[in-house]
């Protein structure tokens, strides 16, 4: 099995999202789109920036460990970090060239798509003839990513001014919520479920708070169910004028949820329920910046839980000089059966 | 039978204290007599040994021109023998310091001995105009030259223009350069460049304007770019090591040449691109004080 060199990400849209992954390989070759103004190209004998390195409990998953950023400057211009001709230039670059005074070889170059399939008019543009440095061209497979069985996997951009949650195949409504109530209670950004339900009206079903105090009571709201993910308890926020925010474990038949309610200062109150995920407490010790997966396993007796927190791959590209040779194995990167952890990227 | 000096691949080194007056230098040699109707070469005693190590070793230390003046005297007792000739082998690289720094050795060497290369060399010459590449076969004293475009344009690039454009800026001279860099030093293309798919174009990703495109031919084997300038301009570039030329001496002299200013005339590589060197067993013996 040959082992992906390269990952990088593609939006639904055709665009190149960011990417967190480093991969190491024996050979030196490693690549990733650490932000959207970098291309990291890890070259033997080029030392890493120690300050690069993520802090420590960022994650525990190897594939999102060290983001070590080459001292190599600024690679990818934001606006260079689009589309198709992006990830191209980052493949030419992860990519080693032929030797001098060889003939031109196609190299293989595998895309994996996580989430909705290609717009027409990305696969129209990954159709055409991509050239590849020092001769010869690029052949492009495209292919589908799937979670591994019996989880589901959501895409969080936390850079975003509200996060924005994509699904990543198949995935019910209730991890989609979740990954909501994560992005907001573990985003630095300005909105969410609870920030939504907190303005809407009491008709709708909402606490209808208004201004500085609902920006006040969110924040309190958000402390807590942080902690909340975290360490399964409760708390309670009240404002100067009388506004009380309650967030309380709660049963319910999907498994562990959390309830919100309002007091309004008349007394009138307003509640919602939320579900809620176990998370691993240094797992979020320090807020995420860019694009990343959370993969949720919904099959255990105390409900939902973040199985994986993949800072890394959207979209894997593979590059091997030989068309014929080894081949990426979907199912084995797939089982994951513990080959040297540093896969583990690979697959959501 | 032929009396053979063979010197030492390296460089000369300053006579020793005490040396007779009138020494030029002092020279790594070892003597043979080669009988060629008998397939049969003898390591021959030095003249005057000074140290044990001396003894045990081929090489010995030989002060220039009293002791190579020795040999050849010594050719007319052993002519008694039979015809003698004297054929001297020496590693192109050192001739030309023997030429400055030795000159009456030389002088004895070019007249009274049969004066040949003592191995095969690619020797990148860069003096007056321009840098070539010549091969220089072993046992022979003929320096051929060999066409190679890689060279001609890395001469160019390290003087400051290109091949057919005197002055194309230093936004095309950085991006020849890194282009060449990536194919032949590096294998990969440095951050600095930015490599459009679709075309075959390489830019300099903060500098973006020249453009050099990579000559698609699904056969060839040589490496041609096309340098497209902002007026339309277009020049062919041709960074092929040449016909024959072996791909690590093509790298070693782009990157001597591409290097910085010159310290050295000339570059001398064996065909594996390595410097010519005595094997390690022997170059750890160094010369006497």
């Given at each position: 099995?040959?082992?992906p060199l390269l990952f990088a990400a593609v939006e639904d849209t055709g665009g190149l999202l960011p990417l967190l992954a480093v991969r190491?390989?024996?050979?030196?070759r490693i690549a990733a789109l650490c932000d959207p103004t970098r291309l990291c190209v890890e070259r033997?004998?080029i030392?890493h920036s120690?300050t690069a390195?993520a802090?420590?409990?960022?994650?525990?998953?190897?594939?999102a460990?060290?983001l070590g950023v080459p001292r190599l400057g600024t690679l990818l211009a934001p606006e260079h970090g689009r589309g198709v001709a992006a990830l191209m230039d980052l493949a030419a670059h992860a990519d080693?060239l032929?030797?001098?005074?060889?003939?031109?070889?196609?190299r293989?170059l595998d895309v994996w798509f996580v989430g909705p399939e290609p717009t027409a008019a990305l696969a129209r543009e990954l159709r055409s003839v991509w050239r590849a440095p020092g001769?010869?061209v690029y052949?492009l497979?495209t292919?589908?990513?799937?979670?591994?069985?019996?989880?589901?996997?959501?895409g969080i951009d936390w850079r975003a001014a509200t996060p924005s949650v994509r699904?990543?195949?198949?995935?019910?409504?209730?991890?989609?919520?979740?990954?909501?109530?994560?992005a907001?209670?573990?985003g630095t950004a300005v909105g969410?479920?609870?920030?939504?339900?907190?303005?809407?009206?009491?008709?709708?079903?909402?606490?209808?708070?208004?201004?500085?105090?609902?920006?006040?009571?969110?924040?309190?709201?958000?402390?807590?169910?942080?902690?909340?993910?975290?360490?399964?308890?409760?708390?309670?926020?009240?404002?100067?004028?009388?506004?009380?925010?309650?967030?309380?474990?709660?049963?319910?038949?999907?498994?562990?949820?959390?309830?919100?309610?309002?007091?309004?200062?008349?007394?009138?109150?307003?509640?919602?329920?939320?579900?809620?995920?176990?998370?691993?407490?240094?797992?979020?010790?320090?807020p995420p910046r860019g694009p990343e997966f959370?993969?949720?396993?919904?099959?255990?007796?105390?409900?939902?839980?973040?199985?994986?927190?993949?800072a890394s791959a959207v979209y894997l590209l593979e590059c091997?000089?030989?068309?014929?040779?080894?081949?990426?194995?979907?199912?084995?990167?797939?089982?994951?059966?513990?080959?040297?952890?540093?896969?583990?990227?690979?697959?959501? | 039978?032929?009396?053979?000096?063979?010197?030492?691949?390296?460089?000369?080194?300053?006579?020793?204290?005490?040396?007779?007056?009138?020494?030029?230098?002092?020279?790594?040699?070892?003597?043979?007599?080669?009988?060629?109707?008998?397939?049969?070469?003898?390591?021959?005693?030095?003249?005057?040994?000074?140290?044990?190590?001396?003894?045990?070793?081929?090489?010995?230390?030989?002060?220039?021109?009293?002791?190579?003046?020795?040999?050849?005297?010594?050719?007319?007792?052993?002519?008694?023998?039979?015809?003698?000739?004297?054929?001297?082998?020496?590693?192109?690289?050192?001739?030309?310091?023997?030429?400055?720094?030795?000159?009456?050795?030389?002088?004895?060497?070019?007249?009274?001995?049969?004066?040949?290369?003592?191995?095969?060399?690619?020797?990148?010459?860069?003096?007056?105009?321009?840098?070539?590449?010549?091969?220089?076969?072993?046992?022979?004293?003929?320096?051929?030259?060999?066409?190679?475009?890689?060279?001609?344009?890395?001469?160019?690039?390290?003087?400051?223009?290109?091949?057919?454009?005197?002055?194309?800026g230093p936004v095309a001279l950085a991006l020849v350069r890194s282009v060449?860099e990536a194919?032949?030093?590096a294998?990969r293309l440095g951050p600095e460049l930015a490599f459009n798919s679709a075309t075959g174009a390489f830019t300099l990703r903060l500098a973006p304007g020249p453009s050099l495109v990579e000559?698609?031919?699904?056969?060839?084997?040589?490496?041609?770019f096309e340098l497209h300038l902002g007026d339309n301009?277009?020049?062919?570039?041709?960074?092929?090591?040449?016909?024959?030329?072996?791909?690590?001496?093509?790298?070693?002299?782009?990157?001597?040449?591409?290097?910085?200013?010159?310290?050295?005339?000339?570059?001398?590589?064996?065909?594996?691109?390595?410097?010519?060197?005595?094997?390690?067993?022997?170059?750890?013996?160094?010369?006497?004080?």
């Amino acid at each position: 099995m040959s082992r992906p060199l390269l990952f990088a990400a593609v939006e639904d849209t055709g665009g190149l999202l960011p990417l967190l992954a480093v991969r190491r390989r024996a050979d030196g070759r490693i690549a990733a789109l650490c932000d959207p103004t970098r291309l990291c190209v890890e070259r033997p004998g080029i030392e890493h920036s120690s300050t690069a390195r993520a802090p420590p409990g960022r994650s525990n998953d190897v594939s999102a460990k060290p983001l070590g950023v080459p001292r190599l400057g600024t690679l990818l211009a934001p606006e260079h970090g689009r589309g198709v001709a992006a990830l191209m230039d980052l493949a030419a670059h992860a990519d080693v060239l032929p030797p001098p005074g060889q003939p031109p070889s196609e190299r293989l170059l595998d895309v994996w798509f996580v989430g909705p399939e290609p717009t027409a008019a990305l696969a129209r543009e990954l159709r055409s003839v991509w050239r590849a440095p020092g001769g010869g061209v690029y052949r492009l497979r495209t292919r589908r990513l799937v979670p591994l069985a019996g989880r589901v996997a959501v895409g969080i951009d936390w850079r975003a001014a509200t996060p924005s949650v994509r699904a990543v195949g198949d995935v019910p409504p209730e991890a989609l919520r979740l990954a909501r109530l994560a992005a907001e209670a573990f985003g630095t950004a300005v909105g969410g479920p609870v920030f939504d339900w907190l303005g809407t009206a009491r008709d709708s079903g909402g606490a209808d708070v208004a201004g500085d105090r609902r920006q006040e009571l969110w924040e309190g709201a958000r402390t807590v169910l942080a902690g909340a993910f975290v360490h399964g308890a409760g708390g309670r926020k009240e404002s100067d004028d009388g506004h009380v925010l309650e967030l309380a474990l709660a049963r319910d038949p999907a498994g562990i949820a959390f309830d919100i309610a309002h007091t309004a200062p008349d007394g009138s109150s307003a509640s919602l329920l939320a579900p809620l995920a176990r998370f691993e407490a240094e797992q979020w010790s320090a807020p995420p910046r860019g694009p990343e997966f959370l993969e949720f396993s919904f099959d255990g007796p105390l409900g939902p839980r973040l199985e994986r927190r993949v800072a890394s791959a959207v979209y894997l590209l593979e590059c091997a000089r030989d068309p014929n040779g080894p081949q990426v194995d979907l199912d084995a990167l797939g089982r994951d059966d513990g080959d040297s952890g540093e896969d583990r990227g690979a697959t959501l | 039978m032929n009396l053979r000096i063979v010197f030492a691949h390296g460089h000369l080194a300053a006579p020793a204290p005490g040396a007779p007056a009138g020494t030029e230098a002092r020279a790594r040699v070892r003597i043979a007599v080669v009988d060629a109707d008998r397939d049969l070469e003898a390591w021959r005693a030095i003249p005057r040994a000074r140290r044990l190590a001396d003894v045990r070793s081929p090489w010995c230390d030989v002060d220039l021109p009293q002791d190579v003046d020795v040999l050849l005297m010594s050719r007319g007792q052993e002519s008694a023998h039979g015809d003698l000739h004297v054929e001297a082998l020496v590693p192109a690289e050192l001739q030309a310091e023997l030429e400055r720094r030795a000159p009456r050795t030389w002088q004895r060497l070019l007249s009274r001995t049969r004066l040949l290369q003592r191995d095969g060399v690619w020797h990148v010459a860069r003096s007056g105009a321009a840098a070539r590449l010549l091969w220089r076969p072993a046992g022979e004293m003929a320096a051929l030259e060999r066409e190679s475009p890689l060279i001609g344009l890395a001469d160019h690039l390290a003087r400051g223009h290109l091949p057919g454009l005197a002055d194309p800026g230093p936004v095309a001279l950085a991006l020849v350069r890194s282009v060449l860099e990536a194919h032949w030093l590096a294998r990969r293309l440095g951050p600095e460049l930015a490599f459009n798919s679709a075309t075959g174009a390489f830019t300099l990703r903060l500098a973006p304007g020249p453009s050099l495109v990579e000559l698609a031919d699904p056969e060839a084997t040589d490496l041609r770019f096309e340098l497209h300038l902002g007026d339309n301009t277009r020049v062919p570039l041709d960074a092929s090591a040449g016909a024959g030329v072996p791909v690590p001496v093509a790298r070693r002299a782009l990157a001597w040449l591409l290097g910085g200013p010159p310290t050295d005339a000339g570059l001398f590589l064996d065909p594996s691109g390595a410097a010519p060197a005595e094997p390690t067993r022997e170059r750890e013996h160094t010369l006497g004080p």
